[in-house]
């Protein structure tokens, strides 16, 4: 069964962050030492230090696309560094597939990015002297891969990534979108199973962010890779996201699904990114049915678990009794009344008027 | 309002004025009094140098050494035997190209010996002819970038072909393609070291500083003792002078590549070789391609100063040409400099900037194209030039290798336009002449040399003091002590002043050029690109015009001065007034401002940082032209290092006196630029 496979695939996890600090300032380590775990921004400041990553955990699972979400200078870059070891943590471990990346050598590092890391950046960071096709082939040529099979792969990239016919452009004729699909490509040029993405639409325009992320969305139910995603646009990681991580002056203030986080804003700080967001248009039925109860009369509309509330709330809301819910194999999985939906869309503002 | 809060330096620069003055007529010329002179305590500095370079080149860590000749282990100076071996190295890559080009005997030499070479009279390595020479420019302009640089590289072949420089231009040649890739590896390794180390930045800066701003000159001597007299020792000076450009912009390029691009190297799996080589360096190509460009230009700004000491080619045939005073001949031989320079230039350009087609399924004569033409070529030329050995007699084979002086020339055609100017125009130019000598430069000249050493210690301290506090006036007041305590403090003073004259002229229009051509934007680019044009002259070419019109007088050494000071300073206000933002224009015009107000009170403080950067470089390209001027007689600073050139303890003397005017020019620097960064800070300008 399907759910089986997920529950085994989730106890491996791809990447694994085990109280990461990162500490700027010549005494990090010293200052670390002595606080022991107990880190207090304000204490560390006036000791000439700046904390970017406090005490991070978690765990991101196979094809999962895991999104950190905070405001700049949140730390959530830092610690993008610190998994992709472009900057070393002060203290703490990570691994990747199980391998402790803060023990590896140069070498070692050099071999895992080669082959299981790709990474997108905000300013699409390409190289200004070579075209699409060099900049895309370019970490298959560092890898030794001959001139002829990496220019026949890029080629393939090109292709995926809708730019075919610009091959032979530099970077400096692309407008942003297509200079970013390029940043995609390169990054995938190597097949990776990880995947970072540091900011890559946030230099976007608003129509063309959303087209790039219609865009990321379609690649990665192609390419189900496993995703770190960093952001500082809140409705982005809410489109984008299986689970979302909030950070806050480095610390992971809540990390959840989307709809929980929604739901059940964990600190003040969350709770100010929920408030304004329209429920109905980002919760799916899932999260506001009740179980299946046998006793109940069920009206004779079915609707998918996996759907947003706000495209079936009015054929749910002209049913007088409540409506059942289906998975993807068409068994029913639980009941929607009325009321949840009528909470959903009008219940903040209802709790505000009181 | 109180003007004295609002405006307090201008309250202390009228009162440092007045101190100035008050300092200057009270004090009279008296060799007992240290206000008027310091006492030269340092004196002996040139000796102690020249001491201390006899014993590093000739006793210094002496070493046991194989001599073939007398079969016998000898005693050598290590040092000595380093330069040696550099020497030989590089002369002999100098000859060997060399006799590629017009042929010879010495690399047979190299191998065999002189016995072998007179005995068997085969034994001489045939010259490509000249066609084959051209044929191939041709052909590597036409393959690097197209029609226009093969154009380019036809027109230079040609005219040095035609002008009968051929022989002096290849000379040239191959001293400048050993020269400049010396330089451009060195520059670029350097600058990649000060990149990755900040101990080798903050040691280089200083002496970059005071690399750049020593005078040609003055490399010469030092060069000469360690690496003796000839192409080498010219190709050792042109590196030591062109490298420091190199270092500067490969620097400034590694520092603007951004941190992005250089982590998406490492995420594509660098290693630090791929990433330095394939990320960190490309994309910094293009300040690193300016430093490249740099390098050409000095290597043949250099080719005219290395023929002092013995570097052959057209940099010796143009001194000649000009101790002459044969113009028309000078201006050929600069021509053919500059035409080398540029072809070399965009050759360069073109070769970094080349692009690769990875579909295209070529044949082997697709592939092989233009290594196959240049086939043809070559088998073309070496046929024409034999079927010229049967027209034309020995020597004279103009199919093979045109003879030296033998081609057309104008020189008649210029040398009678000289006379015609000077037959019409000799009373104007000459009441000119005297009325610039006697009316304004004298009596500068005089009042420079009437001024207390106290006196111009508080003037320039003190303006250093208003416009970068302490810090700068200690500096510039270290720099000028340093050449009081020398015996040429006189010939300092008129070194400034001829400079102070060339700056003031220069930045007058300068500034004037600039403001009138930044008002629309054609206008901008035709002054940038007329800018660049003559940024491409070597130095020297600037006299010939000027001893043309005014003989050899200071006024002609003080117009070259003027004409190539006045570059900078225009480029910086162009650029200057050009970066104001648009936003801010209309903001003005919406508060109802005119052109004029909207220059004074928009641009020019907006545009005045950066323009001080301009006079600054003003200054720099003054102070060079100034000792430059010494070839055609000044008594300046410039002319006592000319004179230490034939010296045998010149090193000393040479490089102490390089110091004085590498210490005038870094004055002036930590002036403005302390300056101009203040003014910066103050706009919030980066």
């Known amino acids: ?354 | 309002m109180n003007y004295s809060s609002k405006q307090p330096k201008v309250i202390q620069f009228a009162f440092l004025l007045v101190v100035f003055f008050t300092l200057y007529f009270l004090i009279g010329p008296a060799d007992s009094n240290f206000f008027w002179r310091l006492p030269p305590l340092i004196k002996e500095l040139p000796l102690l140098i020249n001491n201390a370079a006899n014993y590093l080149m000739f006793e210094w860590m002496p070493i046991d050494v194989y001599d073939p000749e007398i079969e016998e282990y000898e005693q050598r100076a290590l040092v000595k035997q380093i330069t040696r071996a550099i020497s030989g190295a590089l002369l002999f890559s100098i000859e060997f190209i060399r006799e590629i080009l017009l042929g010879g005997v010495k690399t047979i030499v190299t191998f065999s010996s002189w016995d072998f070479v007179s005995e068997n009279k085969w034994a001489r390595w045939p010259a490509l002819p000249w066609t084959v020479v051209a044929g191939g420019a041709i052909l590597l302009g036409y393959k690097l970038q197209g029609k226009g640089l093969a154009f380019l590289a036809a027109f230079a072949t040609s005219y040095i072909a035609i002008f009968g420089q051929w022989e002096p231009s290849m000379e040239t040649l191959s001293f400048v393609l050993i020269a400049a890739p010396i330089s451009v590896i060195l520059g670029l390794a350097l600058g990649v070291w000060a990149f990755k180390s900040r101990r080798v930045d903050t040691t280089l800066q200083p002496l970059l500083n005071v690399a750049q701003t020593m005078p040609h000159y003055s490399y010469l001597v030092p060069v000469m003792v360690f690496f003796g007299v000839g192409d080498h020792a010219g190709a050792i000076a042109t590196v030591i002078f062109a490298t420091p450009p190199m270092v500067r912009l490969t620097l400034l390029g590694l520092k603007k590549v951004s941190p992005e691009v250089v982590e998406a190297g490492m995420m594509s799996g660098c290693s630090n070789y791929q990433l330095l080589f394939k990320v960190v360096i490309p994309t910094a190509r293009h300040d690193i391609l300016i430093g490249v460009n740099q390098v050409i230009m000095q290597c043949l700004a250099m080719a005219v100063i290395a023929s002092f000491i013995g570097a052959k080619g057209l940099g010796f045939n143009l001194l000649l040409a000009l101790n002459q005073l044969r113009i028309g001949q000078a201006l050929e031989l600069g021509i053919c400099i500059t035409l080398i320079a540029v072809v070399l230039d965009k050759l360069s350009l073109a070769w970094a900037n080349k692009q690769t087609d990875y579909f295209s399924d070529l044949s082997f004569f697709e592939r092989h194209k233009y290594s196959l033409l240049f086939l043809a070529v070559f088998v073309a030329g070496t046929l024409l030039a034999y079927i010229g050995t049967f027209f034309f007699k020995e020597g004279f084979n103009y199919f093979y290798i045109i003879p030296h002086n033998k081609g057309i020339t104008t020189e008649n055609f210029w040398q009678a336009g000289v006379d015609w100017i000077w037959d019409t125009f000799f009373f104007s130019l000459k009441a000119f002449n005297v009325f610039l000598i006697t009316k304004v430069l004298m009596p500068m000249k005089a009042a420079y040399l009437g001024m207390p050493v106290i006196a111009t210690f508080v003037l320039v301290m003190g303006t250093a003091f208003i416009l970068g506090r302490l810090r700068s006036a200690l500096i510039v007041g270290g720099f000028l002590l340093f050449i009081a305590l020398t015996e040429w403090w006189d010939r300092a003073l008129i070194t400034a002043y001829m400079a102070t004259f060339g700056v003031i002229v220069s930045s007058i229009i300068g500034i004037t050029v600039g403001t009138l051509c930044s008002q629309n934007k054609f206008s901008s680019k035709a002054i940038l690109l007329v800018c660049d044009t003559f940024q491409t002259f070597p130095s020297f070419i600037y006299l010939i015009p000027v001893i043309m019109l005014f003989g050899v007088t200071d006024t002609s050494v003080l117009i070259a001065v003027i004409v190539y000071a006045t570059i900078p300073a225009t480029r910086y206000t162009v650029e200057g007034l050009r970066s104001v933002p648009p936003e801010l224009h209309d903001a003005g015009s919406m508060s109802g401002v005119n052109r004029f107000q909207r220059w004074v009170s928009i641009e020019l403080p907006l545009a005045f940082p950066h323009m001080m950067l301009g006079i600054n470089q003003t200054v720099v390209f003054a102070l060079f032209m100034v000792i430059i001027g010494a070839m055609i007689g000044t008594d300046d600073l410039g002319q006592f290092i000319l004179k230490a050139l034939s010296d045998k303890n010149g090193i000393g003397n040479g490089l102490t006196l390089g110091l004085c005017v590498a210490f005038i020019g870094l004055a002036v620097d930590q002036i403005l630029r302390t300056w101009a960064n203040e003014r910066k800070k103050a706009l919030g300008l980066n």
């Open chain 1, 1 to 354: 069964m399907p759910t089986q496979e997920a529950v085994c695939s989730k106890e491996q996890a791809v990447i694994k962050c085990d109280s990461v600090y990162k500490i700027f300032g010549d005494n990090a380590k010293k200052m670390l030492q002595s606080s022991q775990g107990n880190v207090d921004a304000k204490t560390f400041q006036d000791a000439g230090c700046i904390v970017g990553v406090n005490n991070a955990s978690f765990e991101v699972y196979e094809g999962e696309l895991l999104v950190v979400m905070g405001l700049s200078g949140s730390g959530k870059s830092t610690l993008l560094r610190c998994i992709s070891r472009l900057s070393d943590a002060t203290s703490g471990s990570v691994f990747i597939d199980g391998q402790d990346i803060m023990a590896m050598n140069n070498k070692q590092l050099i071999e895992l990015r080669r082959n299981k890391m790709g990474m997108v950046f905000q300013s699409f960071a390409l190289l200004p002297h070579k075209t699409v096709l060099e900049n895309i082939a370019f970490p298959l040529q560092v890898k030794g891969v001959s001139t002829q099979d990496s220019i026949k792969k890029a080629m393939e990239m090109v292709e995926l990534v809708s730019l075919g016919g610009r091959e032979n452009y530099f970077p400096r004729q692309l407008s942003g979108g297509q200079q970013q699909r390029v940043g995609i490509a390169r990054s995938l040029a190597v097949e990776p199973d990880i995947w970072f993405l540091d900011e890559p639409f946030s230099a976007l325009d608003p129509l063309i962010r959303k087209e790039m992320q219609d865009e990321f969305l379609r690649l990665q139910s192609v390419l189900n890779k496993t995703i770190l995603f960093i952001t500082h646009d809140f409705d982005e990681a809410l489109r984008l996201a299986d689970r979302i991580a909030i950070m806050k002056d480095g610390v992971i203030e809540q990390l959840d699904t989307p709809a929980n986080i929604i739901l059940n804003p964990a600190t003040d700080y969350v709770h100010k990114f929920t408030e304004e967001v329209p429920r109905e248009k980002v919760l799916r039925i899932e999260s506001v049915m009740d179980p299946v109860d046998k006793t109940e009369e069920i009206s004779d509309l079915v609707v998918s678990k996996d759907a947003i509330i706000e495209t079936v709330a009015e054929a749910v809301l002209s049913q007088q009794k409540a409506v059942s819910v289906i998975d993807e194999n068409g068994e029913v999985v639980g009941a929607l009344h009325c009321s949840h939906v009528i909470n959903v869309l009008f219940g903040s503002s209802a709790q505000k008027a009181n």
